[in-house]
């Protein structure tokens, strides 16, 4: 089986809105799928559907190709964090994540370690026997991002699971994520499309209730005549090297550039390299990099930034 979760035309209505409306998504297993739209486009209700937790008017939803969610089939193989989650205030991290992975089936020594594995992995050791009211919002997310992956399930859903985290939790939770890719199907819904870029492998565009379009992110980002270069130093003649590329058109980056990865570091600049359909990525790299190498080459970038590619720029 190469999808991990298959949607075919879901509609769910409330009177005349339809929050669904031919919802079709075919999630691969393994991937990271990022879904991307603007607020009330459906990416919530879609995964709400997936879960059980929104029954829809029209359509199909097949989890690990055993139809719908079933708690019998799935439990304990499929997990969610919705947005909008919270916890118990009189609960304690280490025996809520207990009692969860109890839920799910787990014997009460699996649980205690899996338990106990996600209080690390979510740096939260020294809360364990904390209350969830005394923890800060951060923390509580660091909680709740915890509880999705008890027990190691095949697919995890998770809807903005980096909002109200600082910038070191921030990144020690994408780490973590991007060691699941490949193990483990995860979908990210985000606003943060700095985030979904990092993560993942596939991302999906939803408006008004449907997918627009769904691809790999180097497919989507990448077909866009365009290559930025982060170097050392810039080349004093850039008109030369352009004479000796034909084609191609140089362009100093500025903040429009901001995909270029630390560019903003003391010397560093970005080389914008533009230039037309007939001409492929490959051919301008062989062209320039020849004559870019003597500025120290620091990173090589193609195509847009998923935000551009999102906003059509």
């Known amino acids: 089986m190469n999808e991990a979760i298959i949607t075919r035309g879901l509609v769910k209505k409330y009177g005349r809105h339809a929050a669904l409306n031919g919802f079709t998504l075919a999630v691969p297993s393994g991937s990271i799928t990022g879904l991307v739209g603007r607020n009330g486009a459906g990416k919530t209700t ?3 559907t997936v879960a059980g937790f929104v029954i829809p008017n029209a359509g199909e939803v097949s989890i690990l190709g055993s139809g719908p969610f079933d708690a019998g089939r799935h439990g304990g193989r499929f997990t969610i964090l919705p947005q909008d989650s919270d916890l118990p205030n009189e609960g304690r991290v280490r025996s809520l994540l207990v009692g969860y992975a109890r839920l799910q ?3 009460r020594k699996d ?3 899996s338990a106990d594995e996600l209080i690390e992995v979510m740096n939260l050791a020294d809360k364990a026997n904390a209350s969830i009211r005394s923890l800060s919002h951060g923390m509580r997310k660091r909680v709740m991002v915890a509880q999705a ?4 399930p095949e697919v995890v859903m998770l809807d903005e699971p980096l909002s109200g985290l600082d910038p070191v939790e921030a990144e020690r939770l994408r780490s973590f994520l991007l060691s699941l890719r490949g193990k483990t199907t995860l979908v990210i819904s985000s606003h943060q499309l700095d985030d979904i870029e990092k993560l993942c492998t596939h991302v999906a565009f939803v408006a008004d209730g449907k997918v627009e379009r769904m691809e790999t992110l180097r497919a989507i980002t990448s077909d866009s005549g365009r290559i930025v270069y ?3 130093t810039l080349p004093s003649d850039l008109a030369a090297i352009e004479q000796e590329c034909p084609g191609v058109r140089l362009v100093v980056g500025d903040g429009e550039y901001g995909r270029v990865e630390r560019v903003d570091r003391v010397g560093y600049v970005a080389l914008v390299a ?3 359909e007939g001409m492929t990525v490959e051919a301008v790299n062989a062209a320039l990099l020849p004559r870019l190498v003597p ?4 990173a090589v970038t193609p195509g847009r ?3 551009e590619a999102y906003l059509g720029k």
């Open 295 to 298: 500025f120290g080459v620091i």
């Open 230 to 232: 982060t170097l050392k």
């Open 46 to 48: 879609w995964m709400m």
């Open 305 to 307: 930034s998923l935000e």
């Open 105 to 107: 089936g787990m014997t």
């Open 149 to 152: 992956f008890l027990g190691h």
């Open 111 to 113: 649980a205690a370690k």
């Open 274 to 276: 533009e230039f037309g």
